[in-house]
């Protein structure tokens, strides 16, 4: 028998904010996010808006600032306040994908769901809905699907929970979509950084049980051209702007400048933390998972509380959803060949099409793209920052 304990599917649960001081609160952090804004530093962006810094790390301000000064203003007061609800919802585990943007999102988002609701569904059926539905479908980015297109602003950011919001900006419809949710946990993707979530979230102890996130890292070599194609693309098709070159694009990278970066410090926060807190923040490599997907999928499963047991090891379903999830699976699905259905951008009206999170898929593709003074320079970052840490990187 499947030791997965889920009899319902492993989608978010949002609802873990209280309402009564939604409101107010809301417009008074709306006010003070538009008063710092001019304030912040700020550079062109890789896609289709301009980064700014804040708190050390290049983030989107439409969304990503928003909703990290949200969150953790949310979070604070919801902390101190306390209720019966709150408490209830906060039996809910909550499970965030972390990463940063190029680093195996979309891998990892098809990976989690497939293993979350395995006792849901089986991985090797013809009707499994990742053979339907995109894996940025499956279970909401957290910044994203809260903050783009909300112009209304009449919502919390961490509210996805209908009740808490009209359909003014199209919102009902946006949830409605996801799978229908569930009381046993709470799953979200983010690119925030580890240092922008407040210690209601991180700390073990918290109100709203226990929060585990998920880090998937990448080569910075991979990732840099990665998101450099990606964001050409993008960039080109929603803003008709000419992309970077690539020496405008690697000097920005190096410079920290890139979306949730730098680079370095997004990885140093979650492998320092998943160093202190190992039940709490699960490190995976991109290039190890390629390499051990077996070993990597289990630890995973371990990690998120549901081993697969020794029967449902001896009948291969650890395979089969590896199998699932695979490049080469994924990526030649008529819903990642031909749709745009990431919700939360389809609701930002900004193009990304499903096929844009399918390029190669390769470890070492850097390649084929560096000079040997771009490896220089890049092997002296990592030297310098990662030095002392004990983190490698595979660098093919
Ligand atoms: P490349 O551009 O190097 O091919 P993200 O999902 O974080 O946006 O990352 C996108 C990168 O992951 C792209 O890398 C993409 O090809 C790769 N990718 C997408 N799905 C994958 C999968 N199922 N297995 C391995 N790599 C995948």
Not at 319 to 344: A, G, M, P, V, W
Request: hydrophobic share 35%.
């Amino acid at each position: 028998m499947s030791s997965a304990s889920t009899s319902q599917p492993i989608v978010p649960k949002t609802d873990y904010i209280e309402e009564k001081e939604d409101e107010e609160a809301y417009w008074k952090i709306d006010a003070e996010i538009c008063g710092m804004l001019p304030n912040l530093p700020k550079e062109k962006g890789w896609t289709s808006e301009d980064l700014v810094q804040y708190q050390g790390f290049w983030i989107y301000p439409t969304f990503a600032l928003k909703a990290a000064v949200h969150l953790q203003h949310h979070f604070n007061l919801f902390q101190t306040t306390g209720s019966s609800t709150s408490a209830a919802r906060g039996s809910l585990p909550m499970y965030f994908l972390a990463t940063l943007p190029k680093s195996g999102t979309t891998w990892l988002r098809a990976l989690m769901f497939a293993t979350l609701n395995r006792s849901l569904y089986d991985a090797a059926s013809p009707h499994h809905p990742l053979l339907t539905t995109g894996p940025h479908d499956c279970f909401p980015c957290l910044e994203m699907d809260n903050m783009l297109g909300n112009h209304d602003h009449s919502r919390p950011v961490t509210s996805l929970d209908h009740d808490h919001h009209d359909d003014r900006d199209g919102g009902d419809a946006m949830i409605d979509s996801y799978v229908p949710p569930t009381s046993t946990a709470q799953l979200f993707a983010t690119h925030l950084p580890y240092s922008l979530f407040p210690k209601s979230v991180t700390t073990s102890s918290s109100n709203y049980g226990v929060s585990k996130f998920v880090y998937v890292c990448r080569n910075p070599k991979d990732v840099f051209i990665s998101l450099w194609k990606f964001g050409s693309k993008v960039k080109a098709v929603n803003t008709g702007l000419a992309p970077f070159s690539l020496e405008e694009a690697f000097d920005l990278f190096c410079r920290g400048v890139c979306p949730y970066g730098p680079y370095w410090d997004h990885v140093l926060g979650f492998w320092k933390a998943s160093l202190e807190m190992p039940e709490q923040v699960l490190f995976l490599k991109y290039e190890y998972l390629r390499k051990e997907p077996s070993a990597n999928v289990k630890r995973l499963a371990e990690f998120l509380g549901q081993p697969f047991s020794e029967e449902e090891e001896s009948k291969g379903v650890v395979q089969q959803i590896i199998k699932l999830c695979s490049f080469e699976n994924l990526s030649s699905l008529e819903i990642n060949k031909t749709s745009r259905t990431q919700q939360y951008l389809v609701k930002a009206n900004i193009v990304v099409e499903n096929s844009d999170f399918f390029r190669k898929g390769q470890v070492g593709d850097w390649k084929n793209f560096f000079t040997d003074d771009m490896a220089k320079r890049m092997d002296h970052i990592i030297d310098e920052r990662f030095s002392g840490s004990g983190l490698t990187f595979a660098n093919p």
